[in-house]
């Protein structure tokens, strides 16, 4: 991947963390890096997703997450929507992106498109 790194503003830094800890963690996500007013999403130490508080990102983006699996899909998405997120599009191939495209979408809550994808054929 050739993105080193994402910083999303968000209007309530706290409130954002639960959310992203709860919808992040069947991803293999965890906070690995922290400072006044912002947090660091990773796999193992590396940081590469970060929110900060601030005047929320507008408009709202899109964010999407590879997953190792569908399954893992599935379990994002119902973390997402237990920790507070919205449902944008429940687990489920989307063939019009391509056949083996299977992927979940949940609203944070700024509004922001949060998305787990699985590219792999199950």
């Not at 929320?56 to 899109?62: Q, W």
């Not at 992927?103 to 944070?108: L, M, T, Y």
Request: hydrophobic share 40%.
């Amino acid at each position: 991947m050739l993105i080193d790194h994402l910083i999303l503003v968000v209007s309530d830094v706290e409130a954002a963390k639960k959310f992203y800890e709860q919808a992040l963690a069947p991803l293999e996500y965890h906070i690995v890096m922290e400072w006044e007013g912002g947090y660091g999403f990773g796999i193992l130490q590396k940081p590469d997703f970060f929110i900060r508080q601030g005047d929320a990102t507008t408009p709202p983006v899109h964010v999407a997450f590879s997953s190792r699996d569908r399954a893992s899909v599935n379990a994002f998405y119902e973390a997402a929507i237990a920790g507070g997120g919205t449902d944008n599009g429940p687990p489920g191939l989307r063939e019009d992106y391509h056949p083996n495209y299977y992927g979940a979408f949940v609203f944070d809550p700024d509004g922001h498109n949060i998305e787990a994808v699985c590219h792999r054929p199950e």
